[in-house]
């Protein structure tokens, strides 16, 4: 398996997504708009791809991840402790951010989302990296509001069969 920096660095550390309904349907489909490892280079390809077609998304949710390395000594911690916190080595942080008129991503004041998912051990050993299908698919989970919300759920890809 590659190392947990390596994984992260070949996806990129920050993704935008933008999940919609296809018409008729109901069926989601998800749109990436750009994914990086910096965060201002990554922000500012999805707002200048949102303004050039502002009516389309105007009052939507896009949708930000970024993904994080969890330290080892963090996860030795969390293996002995009583009450687990962390759900596997790469955490995804999830923010949901609506597009204003200007066409500006804010953060959505009400959001009231569980905002992360980990990538385990397990799904890592299996898939050896992690694909843009896999952030595809949480999106659509965000989306649906299927994420755990209760204080201390941990909420892993393995739950959800990513």
């Given at each position: 398996m590659s190392s947990i920096t390596q994984i992260i660095k070949d996806i990129g550390k920050y993704h935008f997504l933008y999940v919609y309904k296809v018409k008729n349907t109901s069926k989601k489909k998800v749109k990436l708009?750009?994914?990086?490892t910096k965060l201002s280079v990554a922000k500012k390809s999805t707002t200048n791809e949102i303004k050039s077609n502002l009516s389309r998304y105007e009052d939507k949710s896009i949708i930000k991840f970024m993904l994080t390395k969890i330290p080892k000594k963090t996860l030795k911690q969390d293996k002995?402790?009583?009450?687990?916190?962390v759900g596997g080595p790469i955490k995804v942080e999830i923010r949901v951010y609506q597009v204003s008129e200007k066409g500006k991503l804010v953060m959505d004041d009400h959001e009231n989302r569980n905002n992360s998912i980990y990538f385990t051990d397990k799904f890592l050993e299996k898939n050896k990296k992690i694909k843009s299908i896999h952030l595809k698919k949480i999106a659509i989970k965000v989306f649906n509001n299927k994420l755990d919300k209760r204080v201390l759920a941990i909420n892993t890809v393995d739950q959800f069969k990513i």
């Amino acid at each position: 398996m590659s190392s947990i920096t390596q994984i992260i660095k070949d996806i990129g550390k920050y993704h935008f997504l933008y999940v919609y309904k296809v018409k008729n349907t109901s069926k989601k489909k998800v749109k990436l708009f750009c994914s990086d490892t910096k965060l201002s280079v990554a922000k500012k390809s999805t707002t200048n791809e949102i303004k050039s077609n502002l009516s389309r998304y105007e009052d939507k949710s896009i949708i930000k991840f970024m993904l994080t390395k969890i330290p080892k000594k963090t996860l030795k911690q969390d293996k002995k402790s009583k009450i687990k916190c962390v759900g596997g080595p790469i955490k995804v942080e999830i923010r949901v951010y609506q597009v204003s008129e200007k066409g500006k991503l804010v953060m959505d004041d009400h959001e009231n989302r569980n905002n992360s998912i980990y990538f385990t051990d397990k799904f890592l050993e299996k898939n050896k990296k992690i694909k843009s299908i896999h952030l595809k698919k949480i999106a659509i989970k965000v989306f649906n509001n299927k994420l755990d919300k209760r204080v201390l759920a941990i909420n892993t890809v393995d739950q959800f069969k990513i």
